[in-house]
Structure formats: C-alpha cells, structure tokens
C-alpha cells in the first residue's frame, strides 16, 4: 500500500534520512521506532506531503506522493494525529470532528451562502458520521461537550476520530499513547486493533516498546536515519542491532534505555 523507496532528507549540511526503504502492507499494524532524533517524524513529516525529501520516491496505492500538497495527498486516503494534540478545544467534540469530514463536503459556495438543500443533506450526513466515530471512540456521550473539558486521554481518542472522519485508508499515528496511563493505554490498543478490524491499515511511531510489541505485527527501526531492522516484534526484540541501538540490555543502567526496554 505504502512505499518509500530510497527515500532521503537533507536540511543543509544535516543528512536526517539516509536511503530509507519502507513497505507498509494493506491492512496492516505497522510500527515504527528509534530513538529520539532518529528521524521518525520527518519520514511521517515527508508521508503526508509537509516537508518535500531530497530524494528518492514515496507512493500510495502505486501513486507517486511526490510534489502532492497535503490537502491532496488527505484526498487520496492519508491521514495522520500528531505528537502534539491539535484540537479545537473552544468546539464541542462533535463540530471537532465535523472538521475532519469537510473534504466530502461539495455542496459549494452557493449552497453554504444560501442554505441549498445539497447543503443541508452534506451537514447531517456529517454529523451523522461524526457522532458514529464518537460511538467508535466511547465518547458519543460527551458530543456536545467542549473539547477542552476532556481528559488527556479523551484528547487523543478524539483526535483519532477526527483523523477517521477524512475517510482515510492509511492512517499514521505519532505517539499516539505519549502521557496516557496504563488502562488508558490498555483501552487504545483495543481500539486500534477495532479500527485495524474495520479495513485501515496502521503506521504508527511510538516509544511504548509493550504498546508496540503487542500491537504490530511488523516493526522497522530507525537510527540515525537508517533503518537498521525490519521484522516481527520477536525478530526485532532479538536483533543484536537494536539492542545496542535502542532497546538496551537487562545489566544497562540508563534511564532512556531502560524506558525503551520492552
């Protein structure tokens, strides 16, 4: 479905990805991970058409994503959450979604000037959309409620929501369990795995190694740029590459590396 082909990324003088090769298959939970720096928002950053590569091909259903604006590159079925939740936390959670569904809206000027019938029909059926999202997330009941009275973790299953209501095929998370608690994390892996069971396929980063471990089925990590492994979570947790990388071993006393350790 999604293919990076000796992809690359240059600021300046500072070479951030260098040649990286990525398959991610339909219908699939795949994660990405690497220390901090290694370049795994910038591969997301060059996924969704923010940032151009210095070089290589990346392409989508065997659709080249290259010089594609990101509202196009949304428009052919890429949508994504950030490390940073972006909502619109002085609207309900309802018109939060809503947002997200405006890119199948085609009722025109006119018809938002003048309240046409077309106008209408596109209104409810969003609405209608976005309330079924909320039910997907467990927050339909909170729907007109201010998204700035959610919880952290209500935050981020909102923005999942949004991010679905672009009716996407592909969808990337960034971090998406960053500053969540334990049933929290408990409770998204279980929707991911519901949203994965509906027909989207699932990039992912995260620093979570038990979140990652026991969600995706295949795992790529990232170094300095370099994918230095790709393979199941029992092949990735064994490779001696990123376990001197990444993971670090059971006698290593660094905090980072101790955190990382699944």
């Known amino acids: ?58 392409t989508f259903n065997g659709e080249s ?42 009722y025109g000027f006119p018809g938002l000037l003048l309240g046409l019938p077309a106008f209408r029909e596109h209104e409810r059926r969003a609405r209608d959309r976005a309330h079924e999202l909320l039910t997907w997330m467990r927050l339909d009941h909170k729907a007109n409620d201010l998204a700035d009275n959610l919880s952290y973790g209500e935050q981020r299953r909102l923005e999942l929501a949004r991010a679905l209501a672009t009716e996407p095929r592909l969808l990337l998370l960034d971090e998406p369990v960053a500053g969540m608690n334990t049933g929290e994390r408990t409770e998204l892996m279980r929707e991911i795995l519901a949203i994965r069971d509906r027909g989207y396929t699932i990039l992912m980063i995260e620093h979570d190694m038990r979140f990652v471990m026991g969600l995706c089925e295949r795992i790529a990590v990232l170094n300095f740029g370099k994918i230095i492994a790709c393979g199941g979570p029992e092949e990735i947790r064994n490779n001696e590459q990123v376990i001197e990388a990444y993971l670090g071993r059971e006698d290593d006393d660094e905090p980072e590396q101790a955190e990382a350790r699944p």
């Not at 196009?72 to 936390?89: C, E, H, P, S, V």
């Open 65 to 106: 994503l290259l010089r594609k604006r990101p509202h196009q590159i949304t428009r052919l079925g890429i949508a994504r959450t950030f490390q940073n939740i972006r909502l619109f936390k002085e609207m309900t959670l309802l018109e939060n979604v809503v947002v997200g569904a405006y890119r199948h809206m085609n």
């Open 1 to 58: 479905m999604l293919e990076l082909t000796s992809v690359s990324k240059r600021f300046g003088g500072l070479h951030v990805l260098h040649d990286v090769n990525l398959s991610v298959p339909e219908g699939a939970i795949f994660g990405l991970i690497g220390p901090n720096g290694a370049g795994k928002t910038t591969v997301f950053n060059l996924i969704t058409g923010l940032l151009p590569p210095s070089g290589g091909e990346i």
